[in-house]
């Protein structure tokens, strides 16, 4: 498949079209006032499929994975540096 120049502005108003067109393989040369300024296509490799993790795995691997100490210190700090909300209706 060619590779299509498209302006900066169709690419702005018809994203989700275009970028279907370059999921499917098309590619495209983006311009700003003719001038290519990008490219646009389909990813090298296709992304891996997704897998979903249940809570208990993950569980396990969290307990497995070591905190940093300083972590709940930082975190103390933050807290402490924090003001309260101020109630916008009080005056």
């Given at each position: ?77 933050l807290r ?12």
């Amino acid at each position: 498949m060619a590779r299509r120049s498209i302006p900066q502005r169709e690419l702005r108003n018809d994203v989700a079209r275009i970028l279907r067109e370059a999921e499917a393989g098309a590619e495209f040369t983006v311009t700003v006032r003719g001038r290519p300024v990008a490219h646009l296509g389909p990813p090298e490799e296709k992304p891996g499929r997704r897998a979903n993790v249940d809570s208990e795995t993950l569980r396990r691997i969290f307990a497995a994975t070591p905190v940093d100490e300083g972590f709940a210190e930082d975190v103390a700090a933050l807290r402490e540096a924090e003001s309260e909300p101020r109630d916008a209706w009080d005056r």
